[in-house]
C-alpha cells in the first residue's frame, strides 16, 4: 500500500511538470549536526542545486551555525553562509548572509509539528556588472514529520515529512516573495546517517511575472553525539 501511494504521487508530480513543459532541477544537500552538549550543538551544510540544467550546479550553499537546546522543543541558532550563483556556467552573484532562527516544536501522536522562524540580513556583489545589495527577509516554515513503520525515530526507521515555508522580503516589491513545497520519504540508516529524497516546488514571485521551480531532492543527513542525548532530526530543505 505504501508502495503504491509513492508511486501514485510520483506519477502526478511527473504529470504535472510535464503539462507545464518546465524544467526539472537538481536539489542536494548534505548537512552535519554536532551535539557536543546536551544544550549545545554546531551545524554545517553543503548545498548544490541544478536550475537551468539538472546536472549542472548552478548554485550552490556552504553555511554553518551554532544552536541552543533552550528546552526539549525549542532550539533558538544563530547562522553564517556564502552563497553562489551562476548564469550559462558563469559566476553572476555571491551572498555573505547571516540569520537568525527558532525552532519550536511539539508532537500529536506519532506526528512531529515543527515551527521553524528565521530573520535574514543579506549582502549580495554581482561581479558581471559590478553591483552591491542588500537584502532583509524572513521566513516561517511548517514541517510534519512521521514514522511509519516504528512509533519513534531510530535506526531503520522509515518516514515521511512535508512542509510548507513562506518568504517575505522587506526590502523589495513584492513583499511575499516566495512558496516553498516539500513533500518525501527518509530513512535513518543507523545512529549516525539518515537519508531523505522528496520533490520540492518552489514558487517565485515577482514584479515581471511569477516562476515555478520543481526540485528532486536528495539529502544525506550525519549526527554525531558526544552529549549521549539522542534526539533525530527528521531532515527537510532548508
Known amino acids: 500500500m505504501k508502495k503504491r501511494i509513492v ?10 511538470i510535464a503539462a507545464q513543459k518546465e524544467n526539472i532541477s537538481s536539489f542536494t544537500t548534505v548537512a552535519v ?3 557536543f552538549h546536551p544544550q549545545f550543538f554546531l551545524f554545517v551544510e553543503g548545498q548544490m542545486r541544478g536550475i537551468e540544467e539538472y546536472s549542472y550546479p548552478d548554485y ?4 554553518g551555525g551554532i544552536g541552543y537546546n533552550l528546552t526539549k522543543n525549542h532550539k533558538p541558532f544563530i547562522g553564517i553562509g556564502r552563497y553562489g550563483n551562476y548564469k550559462d556556467h558563469d559566476f553572476s552573484k555571491e551572498e555573505f548572509r547571516i540569520w537568525l532562527q527558532d525552532v519550536i516544536d511539539f508532537k500529536a501522536g506519532k506526528f512531529k509539528f515543527e515551527n521553524r522562524f528565521r530573520a535574514e540580513k543579506s549582502w549580495f556583489y554581482e561581479p558581471q556588472i559590478d553591483v ?4 532583509v527577509r524572513l521566513r516561517y516554515r511548517m514541517n510534519i ?4 513503520n516504528s512509533e519513534t525515530v531510530k535506526p531503520g526507521t522509515l518516514f515521511a515529512n512535508a512542509y510548507d515555508e513562506v518568504f517575505f522580503i522587506t526590502t523589495e516589491n513584492p ?7 516539500y513533500g518525501g520519504i527518509g530513512y535513518q540508516i543507523d545512529e549516525n546517517f539518515g537519508i531523505a529524497s522528496g520533490y520540492l516546488w518552489q514558487r517565485e514571485f515577482g514584479s515581471s511575472g511569477n516562476k515555478n521551480l520543481h526540485y528532486l531532492y536528495l539529502a544525506l543527513n550525519i549526527t554525531i553525539d558526544s552529549s549521549q542525548d539522542r ?4 531532515p527537510g530543505a532548508d
Open 33 to 35: 549536526t554536532y551535539k
Open 175 to 181: 513583499l511575499f516573495a516566495r512558496n516553498r513545497i
Open 231 to 234: 534526539n533525530y532530526h527528521f
Open 132 to 135: 552591491h545589495s542588500q537584502r
Open 60 to 63: 550552490y550553499e556552504i553555511k
Open 7 to 16: 508511486q501514485l504521487f510520483m506519477i502526478m508530480v511527473f504529470s504535472s
Open 145 to 148: 514529520s512521521v514514522p511509519l
